[in-house]
């Protein structure tokens, strides 16, 4: 069955730890819950000066950037983000969201349904 959210009306939750992951906002716009079999869309915000974690995973991800001006470090040195950006991440690859901008980053991020938690 086809659904149909409002971003207005899906949760929104803070995942920020203060050291890890600072200042971001997750909300997942299609997952499990709405029987999604393959893929989940997350949409993410995060404040100026904000990041997500350092981290790397076994699965691809790609990443569509809505607003803001940010960077993904990767172990080849950052690269720049901005509004209209998309990201692709291999499986294993080295990885953080970094908002470098004034205002807030913006962006979706594509993942197998499997990893959403």
Not at 56 to 61: G, K, Q, R, V
Not at 65 to 93: C, M, Q, S
Request: net charge negative; charged share 15%; aromatic share 6%.
């Amino acid at each position: 069955m086809v659904t149909v959210k409002r971003l207005a009306e899906t949760p929104a939750k803070d995942v920020s730890d203060g050291k890890e992951i600072v200042g971001v906002q997750k909300q997942v716009l299609v997952g499990p819950g709405d029987g999604a079999p393959t893929f989940a869309i997350r949409r993410f915000v995060l404040s100026p000066g904000g990041h997500t974690p350092a981290h790397a995973h076994p699965f691809e991800h790609g990443v569509v950037v809505l607003r803001g001006e940010g960077v993904v470090v990767t172990p080849n040195g950052p690269l720049p983000l901005g509004e209209g950006t998309a990201v692709f991440v291999p499986p294993g690859e080295h990885h953080q969201f970094r908002n470098t901008g004034s205002g807030p980053l913006e962006f979706l991020c594509v993942i197998p349904v499997a990893y959403e938690t």
